[in-house]
């Protein structure tokens, strides 16, 4: 009984923990990708301005395809790192839908 204790107490504890796969996209962009390219995707911070980055509600930028963002996140772009080994393709997934809905 005692046992049976322990294993409920762990069900209970670890179903209170979220995969990262399970962050939605704006979540992960705050985390991985604001930094450079700002909470609003503007690259309005020290990082962007430095690296001249693109504003993500840009009409240039909202032309790409998702898949083309997808690509991007993945494997890098010009000053962009690649994020392929950094974020599981779920993220990347959600960080490039988020990024489409940046539309202006």
Do not use: W
């Not at 923990?17 to 690259?43: I, N, R, W, Y």
């Not at 032309?63 to 962009?80: L, P, R």
Request: aromatic fraction near 2%; charged fraction near 25%; glycine fraction near 10%.
């Amino acid at each position: 009984m005692k046992n049976a204790a322990v294993v409920l107490a762990l069900a209970v504890g670890l179903a209170g923990t979220t995969p990262l796969a399970a962050e939605s996209g704006a979540d992960v962009f705050k985390a991985k990708c604001a930094s450079c390219h700002g909470a609003d995707g503007s690259g309005n911070t020290p990082v962007g301005k430095s690296l001249k980055l693109r504003d993500l509600s840009s009409a240039e930028v909202q032309a790409q395809s998702e898949a083309d963002i997808k690509t991007i996140i993945e494997k890098g772009k010009g000053k962009m790192p690649a994020y392929g080994g950094k974020l599981t393709p779920e993220q990347i997934d959600a960080v490039a839908k988020y990024v489409k809905s940046l539309k202006k």
